[in-house]
């Protein structure tokens, strides 16, 4: 008699093989979005810091702080990967303040929106949500 083993996989490992990518697609895709906004965030903060520095220079000029348009940046402003609307509020003599709004998907983020203000010279640096200092750091 001769001795026919069919060569192939069974239902068992087929099954198994595919439970065991079902778990780590599980696993991975969440932490893989979660990074993917992470590195978002610098949209946001280096679109700030231009703001922000622009800010400076027009100070250096004049007897007040200046407005988006006035500075040369769009109103409103849009970040440059578009993950952020930013927003030029309370501007006067002493400061104002620059608010980076998530626009989706990045409004799933931990850290929100980020702010910073200016207000006598002093720098706050904030978000609507998560810790400032996980948030604000690159």
Known sequence: MMNTRK?????I????????V???AALAIPAFLDSLR?????????TIMD????????????????SLTEMGFSDPQVSPDGHYS???SAVSATGYTITATAQAPQDKDY????????????????TSKGVVDQCWRK
């Open 13 to 20: 490992e087929l099954v198994t093989v595919v439970a065991i």
């Open 86 to 88: 930013i927003a030029l």
């Open 22 to 24: 079902a778990v780590l």
């Open 7 to 11: 060569k192939g996989f069974t239902l």
């Open 111 to 126: 850290c929100g929106n980020f702010i910073l203000t200016n207000t006598a010279g002093v720098i706050t640096k904030t």
């Open 51 to 66: 703001i922000h520095l622009a800010e400076q220079r027009w100070r250096a000029n004049d007897t007040d702080y200046g």
């Open 38 to 46: 992470k590195s978002r965030r610098s949209d946001a903060m280096n």
